[in-house]
């Protein structure tokens, strides 16, 4: 009975999109990216679906654009009251990416129209087959694309407003050890696999107040990510086949609320400074459950706290250009986690990020725009325990994310 106790714990462990302030990532703008993810104020281009909706009407005419970044963190887990054991996961790159194309109908007027396409939550996480924590996990890889049309309109010179429909969908693949061994000592194991969709919105508006002042505040809704018909299936002696049979499962998983307010000033006709402030409602993340079509004594449906925080982010950031076809950026963040020391699980490894980003643009000829930027994020070592599991440890994240984009106006 222990065993099978502990199998139904390795269930409730796993985070269906996780990375980046918990499983937030704030990769959608090369140029925001390049200055510590800021950007809500000031209409840099047409990144400003996913940023600000207001500030889309604020473009001269009409833009496409695309970017990708290369992430591959480095996750180390050392055991804690020893130090003895440790383990680092294998890495494992994933590609998000956001592609935009809009703006203003007609040069000078006031209507803009956009659709965006962009990896909002995602990561890969692969902790080797026969570490300590297999499980909870052995792996886990997960993906998401939001699609979102977006229309905004400028009231007047000083004000524009701005809103985008969001949908949601995305992928979700987990390994884990089962706890029960066959006649040669081999672990149990299990896949479960499924499709996530969801709904939302994202509102905004921008503010210029001077010529060199701008304000921006925006609003993206949480989504409720929800898997039906997802399929679980099992490996295991042949004796316990009937215990843990092949089935489908549903679960949801609520990706927070979050609220942008920020400035922008131009210190000089060359230089702009800016900052956002980030509140994101992590509350609504308060348990995670699991519901099998089909139970057994060993298999059951599963409900686990977790008992997320809102939390509290700052960006800051500059922009300068050098010439007017070669611009300069660079910024930084805080972002701090909204996960407990005693429900950090190895499936979703978090703790308070400090990044430093920098980045350059070019215009090499009219029109198009190139755009190359590194971020580098890093975490204290943190020391946590998985109460449900009792599973105990340090835990440390680094990542250098390299990331490239091209732009054209029209």
């Not at 009407?57 to 970044?69: E, H, I, K, P």
């Not at 890969?124 to 979102?148: E, M």
């Not at 696999?193 to 994202?202: E, W």
Request: positive net charge.
């Amino acid at each position: 009975m222990r065993k099978t106790g502990s199998l139904a714990l390795a269930f409730m462990s796993v985070s269906l999109l996780a990375s980046g302030g918990s499983y937030q990532l704030n990769l959608q703008g090369l140029r925001q990216v390049a200055m510590g993810g800021s950007g809500v104020a000031w209409p840099w281009d047409v990144s400003a679906i996913f940023y600000n909706p207001g500030a889309l009407s604020r473009l001269d005419g009409l833009q496409v654009y695309a970017n990708a970044f290369a992430v591959s963190p480095r996750v180390r887990y050392e055991e804690a009251l020893t130090g003895v054991y440790t383990a680092e996961a294998h890495p494992k790159r994933s590609v998000p990416f956001a592609v935009y194309a809009g703006g203003t109908v007609k040069k000078g007027g006031k209507l803009g129209v956009g659709l965006g396409v962009y990896t909002p939550f995602g990561s890969s996480i692969n902790w080797g087959d026969d570490w300590r924590g297999r499980y909870i996990v052995q792996s886990i890889a997960l993906s998401s694309i939001f699609v979102q049309p977006t229309v905004s309109y400028r009231v007047n010179d000083i004000i524009s407003v701005g809103a985008g429909f969001v949908y949601g969908s995305g992928t979700v693949e987990i390994h884990k050890a089962i706890p029960l061994q066959d006649m040669d000592g081999n672990d149990g194991r299990s896949v479960l696999k499924g499709r996530a969709h969801g709904v939302g919105f994202n509102v905004g508006a921008q503010v210029k107040a001077t010529g060199k002042l701008q304000f921006g505040a925006s609003y993206r809704s949480g989504v409720r990510m929800k898997v039906k018909d997802g399929n679980a299936s099992f490996d295991v002696a042949s004796s316990l086949v009937t215990s843990f049979p092949n089935t489908s499962f549903s679960t949801e998983l609520p990706l927070p609320g979050i609220l942008t307010i920020g400035a922008g000033y131009r210190v000089t006709k060359k230089l702009v400074v800016q900052g956002d402030v980030v509140f994101a409602g992590w509350h609504t993340y308060d348990s995670l459950r699991f519901e099998f079509k089909e139970n057994t004594t060993a298999l059951r449906n599963t409900s686990e706290p977790r008992n997320y925080s809102n939390t509290i982010a700052l960006r800051l950031g500059a922009h300068y250009n050098i010439t007017p076809a070669l611009a300069v950026m660079a910024g930084g963040a805080y972002d701090p986690s909204p996960v407990s020391d005693d429900l950090l699980a190895p499936d979703a490894v978090d703790a308070d990020r400090l990044s430093l980003s920098c980045g350059v643009s070019y215009i090499p000829v009219r029109n198009v725009s190139v755009i190359a930027a590194l971020n580098y994020t890093a975490t204290p070592q943190r020391e946590a325990f998985y109460a449900p599991a009792n599973f105990h440890g340090v835990y440390q994240i680094k990542s250098l994310v390299p990331a490239l984009a091209v732009s054209y106006k029209f």
